[in-house]
């Protein structure tokens, strides 16, 4: 394998459809959205995108049974509306920057083939912990962006980059005559945040009008603070001992100055 | 050189082979097996494999002659059952991520264009010291993993990623209708570990039905065990004299506070 | 996207343009350089240059409008004389060695076409901090040098290298049969610094008898010795504590020993 | 410039020419090397080569002119025997390994157009100083090795690597059906080491039968020596010093404790 290349798993005609893209990035946000999504809604697999700028190893699942790094498209034929959705997740982002720009205009090329005249690209967006994150929205043009501004989306107070496929995919769409957004979930980061992913599908859900019930994630959400809880008790935890050790020196060392 | 390229050395025809790939990686186990396999069966050298993702030197020998680095196929025509066998290995593995895809592609091409059917990989699995190590088997299909089982294999108890070619076989070989078997000798890692190759040969033996004697590689065993324990020895040592200076350096600071 | 590409904005007959290339780097000197010039003479956008090579990141601006990074050249059609001029800035350089001669080749592939015989490139040049920085010039042949020469730019004292595009792009020119003069603002090159780009411009404007008013640069040079003339301050500031820290230290090691 | 390529400055007859390669590298023995060669032959520039894979910067001369990093060929026209010699160096290596093999098999190609059927590569082999550097030959058949043997080379001791150009050169020449031995002078290697150049031309030319005077080399070994004499005092003073200073603070700490 010297390219990336799509591998299409069925043939599907697909109704005016809206691709929504999540990689692995800050705080998992992409990636969690996209699964919640597709599992909601019952998505299925359409293709597989493979490339040699992910990483040089396998995954192995629990039953012993090996498959390279990838990403998947899911689709979900949308009785209700008139826009069919695509979906787009994977296991890791590109290992070099050559890799990144061919990934995401590979994504694009898919896309087109398939007639996709919209994307929505989510992401993490960094920021000090808060107890509602707010979403940052950034589009290929005016309108859109002020679809995402009605469905309770921020426009950035200051102009910082988006890195990564999220961003890239926005850039790069102009070549291709698509409009793309791009719904960044604030997060702190450095643990997969499920509250992040919910900020970004309510926006989602508005945006798309979409009839999805976000309760399940509240759980992920609930075993998420846990997790974290767990963490800053730790953390506090040696933070005092840190203290405490501290105090000790101090007593030894002005005891012999 | 632009481009990995294989070069054959001599025309034979093969009777079903099966290729069994062993890079050297952890443990150099994989490495260890292959060229015990090919001096016990006294295979015969096939073809090279070079690559411009090789390291950027050439092997001098104690004769003065030089050469590139490479892998080398090696054959045995196996005049006892229906599978002549291929192996594989190598000076050493790709330097790069998109190397390390070029290479493994490569060797699946020249296994193919020798109507191959079925791959072996063997490789390391890092563990503590154990006094016999365990094989771990992951496969691309349920029928191939049951005969590693069967042959006392196991499966790994979490999902672990396997890194290099001898993941990367298993996972490119569905483009290729291969089906392909990845044997993993439980290993430390850090020292050439004959002990894990020979846990992997005993499995490979039964799997493949091979008339192999695998006492030879007993010597190897205790060699490399003089060393481990030479190693281990200077180690305990070096604690034991550190330990003495803590305690010195205790006295003074117990004397100073 | 896999290789640097432009793409032109607008068709314009140009008469024996001259291209000026000013990339980011030491100081900014190059950036700054184009972007005033571009901005006084009212230059208009003529095309983008786009690669693979750039950081895999996009700009938003403050109306959460997206794009790709990019260089743009800019194009001046001079009235007065018989040379029009073409510009050249971008967000970044390259990030790989290969990026670099690709995209200097690309500038110059643009130039040929638009049949420039002449290009100026602009950069930085690391010395210590100077009243009235000097310009250092390096040509492809000695009548272009003397030019710049008579236009009070100097000879390096020392063999410097001239890294990056400014000097790769004189490099490859001579396989285009293209001439190329290199000017270099003297910076100490940690901050953005138009005082170094108002000295290059100086022996631009001789050298290409511009009719170009420089007053409103000198606005920016205030503005950044201000900036200036605050982080020495903190620096002071901060030399003074460390200088008081140590002194306190050094009480309690002689009250010891 | 995306690739490797040869710029051929003029058209000569050469009479079963021998390429002699020596590129910058440990000690500079083989830049060294042939510098002194062609300058004692009055060697002519015969061509250029160019790469993507050279550092990003360009050179400047005193009288400030510009040139790209590059490899030249020179040859010598032999009247008193019969292979005429072709001499190359550089100002640098290969930054990357795919680089490193593309450049040395562009190399090989210009040799084999110029029908050379004999490569001598030299470099630098890292050991202790020594009054009198030995040469380690090493070949890509035994009777080439003999010959250096003969002129008073030696094998290895151990099997090392031959690291670079000079190695790479050997190690694909077999492709190419061109003979080819390297000769690496000992040394240090963090200085430029004329002396080990010397010890290398010694051998060449009683390989090569070459009447060439080494006595210009020795001012060069003289000069490169006073330098090490200075540096080497340089640091006995540092080392003294340091001394003096950790007694100063034992004084200290056996005061405390």
Redesign the interface.
Known sequence: ??ETFVKELVKVDLNNPILVVGFPGLGLVGKIAIRYLARQLKAERLAYLYS??????????????????RGTFYFWKNKNAKNDLVFFTGDSQA????G???IS?CILDFAKEHDVKLIVTIGGYRTEAKDKPKVI??????EL?DRALEAKAM??AI??????TA??I???S??KKVN?V?LLGETRGYLPDPRAAKSVLEVLRTMLNLDIDLTSLEEEVAKAEKIVTRLQKIEEKRTLQAEEMRKEEDK?VS???
Do not use: D, W
């Not at 040699?52 to 790094?69: I, T």
């Not at 102009?159 to 990564?164: A, D, K, N, R």
């Open positions: 394998m010297k040699p700028h992910f990483p040089y190893f396998v995954h192995v699942n629990k039953k012993g049974s090996v498959r390279l790094l290992q070099t920057i050559e990144q720009y061919e205009g929205a950034a589009a290929t043009n005016s962006l426009i950035s102009e910082s980059p988006i890195v990564g961003g890239l926005l850039g790069l102009r070549f793309a791009c030894k005891y012999i100055s």
